[in-house]
């Protein structure tokens, strides 16, 4: 079909067109303006996505539910605004991060839980701006702290 077979459409034919490239995700269910997406369920304004629900404003992820934002991202969920993310849940704005929950800000970690701006770190959590740690908890820029010391670091960070 060229621009003008669209030309010489009725009003019948450009209506039944219109559908047609509406209902191009045809293997989604309950969808909203999503595009080029398969097997999703629920979603919103997402594209290029597969296997994903209740996901909003994705691109390419894979395997999602409830996530926003996000961008080639695999079996992530409750995230947003992450990016090449994979199995994680409860993260915000991470990149390149596998494995991690309730993170924010972090990069290229693995097994992470509850870290703030950290990056390569492995297995580790309760951490705040640390680099290349392995197994570490209740850290601040690569500096042990106790328990309490860490809270209070967080609470001030917090205005608390």
């Known amino acids: 079909m060229n621009a003008d077979d669209i030309l010489k459409m009725s009003k019948e034919d450009l209506l039944n067109l219109k559908v047609e490239a509406k209902e191009q995700n045809v293997d989604c269910l ?3 303006r999503c595009f080029g997406c398969s097997r ?8 290029g ?7 909003s404003n994705c ?6 539910s409830y996530c926003h934002h ?16 994979s199995d994680c849940s409860r993260c915000l704005r991470c990149s390149g991060c596998s494995d991690c ?5 972090c990069l290229d970690c693995s097994g992470c839980s509850d870290c703030s701006g950290c990056s390569r ?8 701006k640390c680099r290349s740690q392995i197994s570490k908890r209740f850290m601040v ?17 917090k205005g608390k």
Do not use: H, K, P
Request: proline share 0%; net charge negative; glycine share 8%.
């Open 30 to 32: 309950d969808c909203l």
């Open 40 to 47: 999703c369920s629920d979603c919103s304004r997402c594209s």
């Open 49 to 55: 996505c597969s296997n994903c629900s209740r996901c």
């Open 59 to 64: 691109s390419r992820c894979s395997g999602c």
């Open 70 to 85: 996000c961008l080639r991202c695999f079996g992530c969920s409750d995230c947003s605004g992450c990016t090449d993310c």
């Open 101 to 105: 929950s309730g993170c924010s800000d």
């Open 121 to 128: 770190c492995s297995n580790c959590w309760d951490c705040y």
């Open 141 to 157: 820029a690569n500096i042990q702290l106790t328990e309490n010391q860490y809270r209070q670091v967080m609470g001030t960070l």
